[in-house]
């Protein structure tokens, strides 16, 4: 069944978060000039909408490198580069030099479009620096040093190495120590996501199993520079190894799954415009979530220590969390929110009591977007369409089938339009797959297997591939 979705005027918002659950957005835009002029828009779903299986497609490799010692070796793939690091047998600083050995032998010219992706990600966070880089420097120098020794050597050594002992900032086409830095940076110093997540277990599930689900919302670049970097990273480390997805030259983790299964990812969330910014004394949560990933064998662990340290993280957040058996979301609330009295910090389930505004009947699952939604929390719902709607959304695809295959899945959550109402002039429409979706990753717990969508290297459209990558 097709469905009309809308953008909100702030009129209309104020309806759906203040007011009763029967107020509805189906078939209407954002108001050009008042609240009482709607205008409709297309139908926002695919007319050639594939059906998927509840399988993977393998990639086949294409060509491989490896550093000089052979501690990291990187294949790439038809749709990602799959990187192997052998921490076990070395230290950290061999590890995060072979990573860059292994980078620049897989990729020569990494340095030509991640750099121009560094500056803009730079840009929009200061975007009144007119050259004069100091803010930026000292800020990434602060974090970086706050990262715990073992993490903090193999980043230092990674920049080194990609480096080339080349020191500055300055945009001619050669990754900086101080650059590569600030790539690694990007969550902590310059804020990059976005994203939303949903997991289905019990009767939700055919199987009954869980099915974990995250999408990735992130700045691409203008010239798709991230999508032409998806990286999978086995880090072998005996019990303390785990399956990052990410980028090529990221140390941190945006998203991984842990040899126990524990599943861990990143999102923003909003409201930290109320609070000042503060780098000093903090630590960065996306290193922080990797240690936790190699200490902890449960997602309630992991999201205990999350919730535990977030008073000392710069920007608060969401940590995503599953691992077959349970599934949260940590709400991180940075210390200045918690002391504002505007937020705190809580480790939600399912159980947990929401904002009396939104309305959720589906109790075999949990949905997770840009905004804290536990009972009583920073409230980012109000004014923002885009969480809204998508919140929406995922009720609405899950009350339209009793249970879920992983193929019924995929094929529920591909079938908007990813490129629809962007032009000048016209309301954008809130799909939950978007223009600025890098990924889309499914854990499996009935197989074990992982599923990623990577957004290919020309950017988004609506050919979509779920490519298996292996069992967790």
């Known amino acids: 069944m097709t469905r009309k979705w809308l953008c ?5 918002l104020l309806l759906l978060t203040g007011c009763s659950q029967a107020a509805t957005y189906d ?42 010692d052979g501690i990291c070796e990187i294949r790439k ?13 070395h230290s950290p600083r061999e590890a995060g030099k072979a990573y860059a050995q292994a980078v620049l032998q897989a990729v020569p010219d990494f340095h030509a479009f991640v750099e121009p992706y560094i500056y803009e990600n730079i840009m929009m966070a200061f975007p ?28 230092y050594s990674y920049a080194e190495t990609i480096s080339g002992g080349v020191h500055g900032f300055a945009e001619d086409g050669v990754i900086s120590y101080e650059e590569a830095l600030t790539f690694n940076l990007v969550p902590e110093a310059l804020r990059g996501t976005a994203c939303s997540a949903l997991t289905m277990w019990g009767k939700k599930t055919q199987t009954g199993d869980m099915l974990a689900s995250r999408f990735l919302d992130w700045n691409l670049g203008s010239d798709y520079q991230l999508c032409k970097m998806h990286a999978v990273i086995h880090a072998k480390n005996g019990k303390r190894s785990y399956t990052g997805i990410s980028f090529l030259g990221f140390i941190s983790i945006i998203s991984a ?24 004394n903090k630590k960065c949560y996306t290193y922080e979530l990797r240690y936790a ?28 969390l599953a691992d077959g058996k349970e599934t949260f979301c940590a709400e991180d609330a940075v210390g200045a929110l918690q002391d504002s009295g505007k937020g705190f910090s809580v ?117 979509v591939v779920f490519t298996d990558i292996g069992h967790y």
Request: a negative charge; proline letters at 4%.
């Open 8 to 12: 909100l005027s702030a009129a209309v």
């Open 27 to 68: 078939g209407f835009v954002k108001p050009e000039q008042s609240p009482s002029v709607m205008k409709p828009v297309s139908d926002t779903y695919r007319e050639d909408s594939p059906v998927y299986a509840d399988e993977g497609i393998p990639d086949k490799c294409l060509a491989s490198a490896a550093s000089v």
């Open 77 to 89: 793939m038809e749709h990602y580069y799959d990187v192997t690091i052998d921490y076990e047998n």
């Open 128 to 155: 009144a620096l007119q050259n004069n880089y100091k803010p930026v420097e000292t800020r990434v120098a602060a974090l970086a040093e706050s990262i715990r020794p073992a993490q903090r050597e193999e980043l």
């Open 257 to 280: 799954i842990n040899d126990d299964g524990v599943f861990g990812a990143i999102l923003d969330t909003v409201g930290d415009s109320a609070v000042k910014y503060s780098y000093e």
């Open 293 to 320: 990933l190699e200490e902890f064998d449960t997602a309630r662990k992991v999201g205990e220590y999350m919730t535990a340290n977030s008073r000392d993280f710069t920007y608060s957040h969401h940590i995503y």
């Open 347 to 463: 480790l939600r389930d399912s159980s947990t009591p929401l904002m009396e505004s939104l309305h959720w009947e589906h109790p075999d699952s949990l949905c997770v977007v840009n905004s804290f939604a536990s009972k009583g929390n920073q409230d980012g719902f109000s004014g923002s369409s885009n969480n809204i709607v998508r919140f929406r959304k995922y009720h609405e695809w899950l009350s339209e089938q009793e249970q879920f295959t992983v193929g019924a899945y995929k094929t529920a959550i591909v079938r908007e339009k990813v490129l629809q109402g962007q032009k000048d002039g016209e309301a954008a429409v809130d799909n939950i797959r978007n223009r600025g979706t890098s990924q889309i990753i499914l854990v499996d717990y009935h197989t074990g297997r992982i599923q990623v969508s990577f957004t290919a290297a020309e950017g988004p459209s609506d050919n």
